[in-house]
């Protein structure tokens, strides 16, 4: 077996109340559960008629505990016992080589999550990137953690690029979202996107940032109403169709050329589902003969190029192996979501005994090569 990368494992850790990040900032912090339901259903239930909004303490049920307790340590620091697995680096690494991960990108814990609320104050950002940074210093080959960037400052996303970096971090958030009033694919935004594959570092749009919209009366259904499902309802059309918005990111960079243009930038895709892929992958490819195209690869290529999904089965997605893989070999990568409720601590063995039925070499790529090949074509591949 060929390298195996982990793209979407957390960094989850007992917060005191005098480390926290966002010290400095708590009077406009929200509640543990006002912080939950804004994550869980915020899209939606932010435009929900006033009158007809549940408690945000309705939805905490819905998240799995470990996740619960990673909001409690976010928003009530040193109040609350963690209830997810309390590992230091040296952990870390023990657990990737159990399970055979060489290589673990870290997503910010849900702290991380509280930027929503702290716009317009990029120390915020750089304070968050600290936070993990500092603690995985000196495990960066192998441990590498997932930057965060100014979502409307180009010239301070690609300072702190450049600065984290420099702390061992390889990849990066983004929205999926305008940039400060501009398609992600606006050819204004190529710096950032040649910072990005200069530096070699991928970008990551994971669920949590590709809000979708409910505005224009879509979001005024009655939930208050004895004749409606009510707030289970809620949650589930708040959560049904989230890759709409991963759409329009990817759409909107492929059809501006933003990949034609940075054709070794990596888009990967976390935990925003991998259902719709193959109906996309299709679609772009019949508007493949619609007129000319600047690249030499068609449109629907560009898109295999330059994107990457990862799957996950706790949150309902297919076993990629049994069908999908077969079909888009290139696009699909591996990753556990550790110690998340809907991770897996062993996610290796999750996907037996399809691994090993599955051609050598394709199950080669889904475990790490199809990422390994994104660093090394940008000059700066994964150490072994």
């Known amino acids: 077996m060929s390298v195996v990368i982990d793209v979407d494992a957390h960094f989850d850790v007992p917060i005191a109340a005098d480390e926290h990040p966002f010290l400095r900032y708590r009077e406009r912090l929200p509640g543990r559960e006002q912080f939950i339901a804004d994550n869980l259903v915020g899209d939606l239930l932010s435009q929900v008629p006033v009158g007809s909004r549940p408690d945000p303490a309705t939805f905490v049920p819905f998240l799995p505990d470990s996740n619960a307790s990673s909001a409690e340590q ?31 990108f870290f997503n910010p814990g849900g702290y991380a999550f509280l930027l929503q609320y702290l716009e317009g104050e990029p120390d915020a950002i750089t304070a968050c990137n600290d936070f993990m940074a500092d603690r995985l210093e000196g495990f960066t080959d192998r441990l590498i953690p997932v930057a965060l960037i100014d979502w409307n400052d180009l010239d301070r996303a690609i300072a702190e690029l450049q600065r984290m970096r420099a702390r061992g971090s390889r990849a990066f958030w983004i929205k999926s979202t305008p940039f400060a009033g501009m398609s992600p694919g606006h050819p204004d935004l190529d710096p950032l996107w040649k910072t990005a594959t200069d530096l070699g570092m991928v970008a990551i749009l994971h669920v949590g940032n590709a809000p979708m919209r409910f505005d224009g009366g879509w979001a005024n259904a009655g939930w208050e109403s004895p004749d409606s499902p009510g707030a289970y ?119 037996e005994p399809q691994l090993s039925a599955i051609d050598p070499a394709v199950r080669d790529q889904f475990l790490g090569e199809n990422i390994a090949s994104c660093f090394a074509r940008m000059g700066d591949a994964l150490k072994a």
């Open 74 to 104: 976010a928003t009530r620091p040193g109040e609350y016992a963690p209830r997810f697995p309390i590992l230091t680096p040296e952990d870390r690494l023990a657990w990737a080589d159990e399970v055979g991960i060489d290589h673990v």
């Open 233 to 351: 309802s809620l949650f589930r059309y708040a959560n049904a169709f989230r890759n709409h918005s991963a759409e329009m990111m990817l759409g909107s960079m492929l059809y501006a050329g933003a990949f034609t243009r940075n054709p070794t930038l990596t888009v990967i895709a976390e935990e925003l589902g991998v259902a719709w892929l193959p109906h996309f992958v299709q679609r772009i490819q019949s508007l493949d003969p619609a007129g000319p195209w600047p690249g030499e690869l068609s449109p629907s290529e560009t898109l295999l190029n330059n994107v990457r999904s990862s799957p996950l089965l706790g949150l309902g997605d297919p076993n990629v192996l049994d069908g999908l893989i077969d079909e888009l070999p290139g696009l699909f990568v591996f990753s556990s979501d550790y110690s998340h409720g809907e991770g897996n601590p062993d996610p290796v063995a999750l996907y």
